[in-house]
């Protein structure tokens, strides 16, 4: 049974740092696309992050309103994605949502929402 729990979200000051965690369960990171996706109240979703591995070959996409800023990896000891969201801006604030697929790039997942499985979310607000 694929789960995806994330947690790691909270407040936090603008330009402060948070890092959300992605704990996967029912299958392995490795040969499989997993990203970070956002959705603000009143706006669409948006792919934030993604990551794909497979065989030690490592690809990442990150949208362009994070670039720079955020970081996603992967532990696959511990089967858990990690999204380090570093100089945080109020815009960030969003429930923020781990999804797994297969067979799909960084690119399919994060510009087009190709996915299989979602976690349940967790809310980061960047506020004073």
């Known amino acids: 049974q694929v789960q995806l729990v994330e947690s790691g979200g909270g407040l936090v000051q603008p330009g402060g740092s948070l890092r959300l965690s992605c704990e996967a369960s029912g299958f392995t990171l490795d040969h499989s696309t997993i990203g970070w996706f956002r959705q603000a109240p009143g706006k669409e979703r948006e792919g934030v992050s993604c990551?794909?591995?497979?065989?030690?070959?490592?690809?990442?996409y990150y949208a362009e309103s994070v670039k720079g800023r955020y970081t996603i990896s992967g532990d696959n000891s511990k089967n858990t994605v990690y999204l380090q969201m570093n100089n945080v801006k109020p815009e960030d604030t969003a429930v923020y949502y781990c999804?797994?697929?297969?067979?799909?790039?960084?690119?399919?997942?994060?510009?087009?929402?190709?996915?299989?499985?979602w976690g349940q979310g967790t809310q980061v607000t960047v506020s004073s």
């Open positions: 999804a797994a697929g297969w067979g799909v790039t960084v690119q399919a997942m994060c510009i087009r929402g190709k996915t299989n499985y």
């Open positions: 990551i794909s591995s497979t065989d030690g070959s490592t690809s990442t």
